[in-house]
DNA sequence: GTCTATACTTTGATAGAC
DNA sequence: GTCTATCAAAGTATAGAC
């Protein structure tokens, strides 16, 4: 995903490249240029594939990352014995993967979707329509566990809520502490959510 | 603190210009023009205020902005008649001048901490900073309410988290959905740790 | 479809008159 | 301290040969 493979087509490349500088970059950070370097394609190829530009090529990259994303998270889950395991693996693996990574690798759109909530629309609905299949993924979760669809859904925000805003804090400070800390916050909300509903 | 004062001193006015315009461009997104444009001030003034050019008022502005949004929630936990009410109060007044300012307002410095964290070192270790001195601030009111250090730092940095995760999610739906979530959340969790160190 | 060259704009930054 | 003019570089986008 972060290093373009060299045998991949040449809009595969571009795409893996771009989601890659996004992740480090952002929108507004990452130029064109930079983006067909790093994937060994000549400079109009970008224009044949992605005929509306830089902002085309954006929301295509946000889809396609978020998700893998999503499918990532997910296959934590499925990995786990139990839920509340499976929650904490997701904190566990997201801070392995940022340690491993220089503190890189994080969410592939939160920078993205912060920079152009209040100046690109198409860009912000694309991110919004991630975050909302993201929601509506972890959710079927928690109510596969036993919680009704409205206390699922809040925890479900919940969860991103805290790996998202983790990830802010440990890739400023370089540490891993506030992904530890809303691991271990995360886990004592769901289970508090399925001792309330009886069903721990 | 969005829109500059007239009458204000003129590096003033680049500060308050900048900060406004890193909360809905971020870094990369803002450029000196626009800053100075915005502060009606000419070019010049803003290389004689700041010789370190773009990097160096950067660093100024998060150092300022970070500190007056951490008084800003200092203050609504003052004037809550207990801890958790003022909990629940920063996640409800979040909530309020995200709504009043069309989901542009929230964090001042987290679209510019995910932009440089992995390009810019000063700027992430300011970014850094600010997380940091929030992170003590918060511990501080919860050791006031009995709790012990690690305990008081694990929910500081649980509160955190949630409110930025939050922002996310809230400016890319445009809804407050999410910090509604996040603030009953973040509630359960503080009144879990009161009740477990036996001061509720 | 691939690739090169180039047009046009905006960026951060500097020089120097006032 | 204020303000204007300008620079070199990087940004996005396009034209057109192959």
Chains 1, 2 share one sequence.
Not at 54 to 72: N, P, T, W
Not at 149 to 157: C, K, P, V
Request: charged fraction near 20%.
């Amino acid at each position: 995903m972060a290093t373009p493979v060299e045998s991949a087509p040449t809009k595969q490349r571009i795409l893996d490249s771009t989601a890659a500088q996004f992740m480090r970059h952002g929108y507004t950070g990452t130029g064109l240029k930079q983006i067909v370097a790093a994937a060994n394609a000549p400079f109009g190829s970008l224009y044949h594939h992605f005929p509306g530009g830089k902002q085309a090529l954006g929301v295509e990259v946000i889809h396609r990352s978020g998700a893998m994303y999503g499918d990532l998270v997910m296959s934590v889950f499925d990995a786990a014995p139990d839920l509340l395991t499976g929650v904490h693996d997701c904190f566990e693996g997201a801070a392995a993967v940022l340690v491993a990574t220089d503190y890189a690798d994080a969410c592939p759109i939160e920078t993205v979707a912060l920079e152009v909530a209040s100046s690109n629309e198409p860009l912000r609905v694309a991110t919004a329509e991630v975050f909302e299949s993201w929601i509506v993924s972890a959710s079927a979760r928690f109510r596969a566990a036993g919680l009704d669809d409205s206390t699922a859904r809040e925890l479900a925000i919940a969860f991103i809520s805290l790996l998202e805003g983790a990830f802010i804090l440990c890739r400023a400070s370089r540490t891993t502490e506030a992904l530890e800390a809303a691991g271990r916050t995360a886990a004592v909300v769901v289970e508090a959510a399925l001792r309330d509903a009886g069903v721990s």
